[in-house]
């Protein structure tokens, strides 16, 4: 059972823009945290940003000032807004809960910096 999915990645050049959409399932949504974490070629996935049900946000240093997380609870989406994309972005980014769920993890969505 497909429980959430992730979509909006493409190829951008250095300094473009991008917004990744999540849509989880309803019960996932209004129990939990979100995230959106990232693996890049070469290394571990990793936490980006994190989204409370009270609109608590968290980002890591890499992407604060350029990365807006946001949620819209009726429409149990989880957005990732990415602006000044750099090449160390690219990566294929994932969502899941704050606290990950082996059974959560999908495909992904690619995203490209291209300079």
């Known amino acids: 059972q497909v429980q959430l999915v992730e979509s909006g990645g493409g190829l951008v050049q250095v300094g473009g823009s991008l917004r990744l959409s999540c849509t989880a399932s309803?019960?996932?949504?209004?129990?939990?945290?979100m995230a959106w974490y990232r693996r890049a070629p070469g290394k571990q996935r990793d936490l980006v940003a994190r989204i409370t049900r009270g609109d608590s946000t968290y980002y890591v240093d890499s992407v604060k000032g350029r990365f807006t997380i946001s949620r819209d609870n009726a429409k149990n989406t989880v957005y990732l807004q990415m602006n000044s994309l750099k090449p160390e972005d690219t990566a294929v980014y994932y969502c899941?809960?704050?606290?990950?769920?082996?059974?959560?993890w999908g495909q992904g969505t690619q995203v490209t910096v291209s300079s």
């Open positions: 899941n809960t704050y606290n990950p769920r082996s059974d959560l």
């Open positions: 309803g019960s996932i949504f209004r129990i939990n945290s």
